[in-house]
């Protein structure tokens, strides 16, 4: 069954189409104009949205955790503390975290390497509630091995079984983790994780409690109650903790980048507009050279609704084409682009960056009606003896 198309046999769409074919060297500029504006204010939308997808994934295995920290002038969160946030409700798991800095020795080929890194004692159940691992197992309770982050490994060369030295310690690396990138709870990539007897020898000084409480919880809309929860029941006489949900940098990533996005996609508009106003030169000259045909089709019956339908239809069809070029040479100039530059192109497929091509065609269509609408009003407003008198 053939779809019908309500513009066939159309006598003004007809009159559309020859008229801009007629003009063909003329239209093709317009065309590209509106090409042009439609490419910038989409790929623009595309990298900003590119930019915070790739941020944000960064950090979206941290956005359902809250982070507990001593104030200043507090030591450590006690283990009275801890149980004080345990009973509060919403929550999956609470992750007690003692951690210092040191300095890894690692001899290779008779020299000896020295790369700062973050020591952790986390309980190994509470490992894989934090961590990936790439490669290798996690260590032995009162063992003296280690799991590296990737970092290290990459910088270091490690492999599994090789052995770092720390303070006069020597540990083995049993495990590697994958690659995460910055976090707000534990800083992975950079990370030695060690059991807590090793830990102790490591720091026989260390205080009797944690520097930093994870908390995970179970339905992120309810973060900000859990929040407020374990402020009311710790800091209900003075203030002993900061409270910090990580949800609230990815909110702020997204006010950000929603308006780097806005910024980049109103430098694009500026190419819609030059398009709009040769759109409008375009149809000004046609009308002028078209207003002896125009004073006859007045003089044969046709009313100013077709003269203005007529030339709408122009504008119409000059914005669909353009538009729909645009959009198709946006989508395969972001894809190249990724691909090359990016190494990876999910991004581009998402509905968000979708959305931004698909306000770009629209974008291109409206500029090419608004160009030819005064044309288009102005043609339809003709007297037909002034016409047909115009040389």
Do not use: H
Request: charge should be negative; aromatic fraction near 8%; hydrophobic fraction near 45%.
């Amino acid at each position: 069954m053939r779809i019908p198309d309500p513009l066939k046999n159309n006598m003004y769409a007809e009159l559309a189409r020859r008229n801009l074919k007629r003009q063909a060297v003329r239209t093709a500029l317009a065309a590209i104009g509106i090409i042009i504006g439609v490419i910038a204010i989409s790929s623009m939308g595309i990298l900003g949205n590119s930019l915070k997808l790739s941020v944000t994934d960064s950090f979206s295995d941290i956005g359902d955790k809250i982070i507990v920290s001593p104030v200043p002038g507090e030591d450590y969160i006690t283990d009275k503390q801890v149980d004080q946030i345990k009973k509060v409700s919403n929550i999956e798991s609470v992750i007690p975290v003692i951690s210092g800095g040191e300095i890894v020795e690692y001899k290779k080929s008779g020299t000896t390497i020295q790369y700062y890194v973050a020591i952790y004692d986390i309980k190994k159940d509470d490992m894989d509630k934090l961590v990936d691992l790439q490669e290798g197992r996690y260590f032995k309770p009162g063992s003296t091995e280690c799991v590296v982050g990737s970092g290290i490994a990459k910088n270091l060369d490690l492999k599994l079984g090789q052995k770092i030295e720390i303070d006069g310690s020597n540990l083995r690396v049993v495990g590697i983790l994958k690659e995460r990138g910055l976090g707000f709870d534990i800083n992975t990539d950079s990370g030695v994780f060690t059991s807590s007897e090793m830990y102790g020898k490591l720091y026989p000084d260390a205080d009797e409690g944690y520097g930093t409480v994870i908390v995970i919880v179970k339905d992120i809309d309810k973060i900000d109650s859990v929040m407020e929860d374990i402020q009311e029941r710790i800091n209900k006489k003075e203030e002993l903790v900061t409270v910090f949900a990580t949800n609230m940098i990815t909110e702020s990533l997204d006010s950000v980048f929603r308006s780097i996005s806005l910024f980049l996609m109103g430098i694009g508009s500026i190419s819609l507009l030059v398009a709009g106003v040769s759109i409008l030169n375009v149809m000004l000259m046609s009308t002028m050279e078209r207003t002896k045909e125009i004073g006859i089709m007045k003089a044969v019956g046709a009313s100013r609704r077709d003269i203005l339908k007529m030339f709408l239809l122009e504008a119409l069809f000059l914005g669909v084409i353009a538009s729909t070029a645009g959009a198709i040479l946006t989508i395969g100039g972001s894809y190249l682009i990724m691909s090359l530059l990016v190494k990876n192109t999910s991004y581009l497929f998402t509905l968000s960056s979708m959305f931004y091509v698909v306000e770009g065609f629209f974008f291109g269509i409206a500029t090419s009606l608004l160009g030819g609408m005064y044309p288009a009003w102005k043609a339809s407003m003709m007297r037909p003896l002034d016409a047909l008198r115009y040389e």
